[in-house]
Antibody, heavy 128, light 110 residues
Framework: QVQLVESGGGVVQPGRSLRLSCAASAFTLSRHVMHWVRQAPGKGLEWVAIISYDGDNTYYTASVKGRFTISRDNSKNTLSLQMNSLRPADTAVYYC?????????????????????WGHGTLVSVSS | QSVLTQPPSVSAAPGQKVTISCSGSSSNIGSNYVSWYQQLPGSAPKLLISDNNYRPSGIPDRFSGSKSGTSATLGITGLQTGDEADYYCGSWDSSLSVVVFGGGTKLTVL
């Protein structure tokens, strides 16, 4: 079954770290640009980060730049999000999402068509 | 404050048609593809429309997308109670180098 399954969420104190993982099943991860998207409780979707096929190119939303790192291991069909210096404002459900086959990113820009597969999400709660 | 602007809510009766607008700028909608997502209560988002107006396999032809200049529109015909959900537009922003979403539109089928 073609799917994405996130893991690694939980409750963490402000300033601490957490690593999210996303396991891809029944498709070849290396053929797709991948994203992380989050949704705070009762709020809308907020894009977090994107990574190119080979991991060489990444882009981040301003609020996480320098704190979060997106990475991928195509040999293990896995996407990750390392989150450091967490803040209460980072509290959200985190989704990994697959970009359609036509999407791609270069060093200077991305050309995207849409997120055609989403995981079920994992909840991250940052609280003291 | 979202970069893409959507109406907070729309409503219509079963069987009727509704449109949801998404307004942006030359650096996002004006020069990149728009996609639309449906999020049913308690569920992950699902792709409805990619590449401005392409319907992925399995999406009914009651759903349609269009783009003109720096605005895009999602149309839904033959409304069903099961269409009650939040709808989001999204696009790449070439100036900011980020994906931008609209704030979401809650559809109520009266």
């Amino acid at each position: 079954q073609v799917q994405l399954v996130e893991s690694g969420g939980g409750v963490v104190q402000p300033g601490r770290s957490l690593r999210l993982s996303c396991a891809a099943s029944a498709f070849t991860l290396s053929r797709h640009v991948m994203h992380w998207v989050r949704q705070a409780p009762g709020k809308g979707l907020e894009w977090v980060a994107i990574i190119s096929y080979d991991g060489d190119n990444t882009y981040y939303t301003a609020s996480v730049k320098g704190r979060f790192t997106i990475s991928r291991d195509n040999s293990k069909n896995t996407l990750s999000l390392q989150m450091n210096s967490l803040r209460p404002a980072d509290t959200a459900v985190y989704y990994c999402a697959r970009e359609g086959l036509a999407g791609h990113c270069s060093r200077t820009n991305c050309y995207l068509s849409g997120f055609d597969l989403w995981g079920h999400g994992t909840l991250v709660s940052v609280s003291s | 404050q979202s970069v893409l602007t959507q109406p907070p809510s729309v409503s219509a009766a079963p069987g009727q048609k509704v449109t949801i607008s998404c307004s942006g700028s030359s650096s996002n909608i004006g020069s990149n593809y728009v996609s639309w997502y449906q999020q049913l209560p308690g569920s992950a988002p699902k792709l409805l429309i990619s590449d401005n107006n392409y319907r992925p396999s399995g999406i009914p032809d009651r759903f349609s997308g269009s783009k003109s200049g720096t605005s895009a529109t999602l149309g839904i015909t033959g409304l069903q109670t099961g269409d009650e959900a939040d709808y989001y537009c999204g696009s790449w922003d070439s100036s900011l180098s980020v994906v931008v979403f609209g704030g979401g539109t809650k559809l109520t089928v009266l």
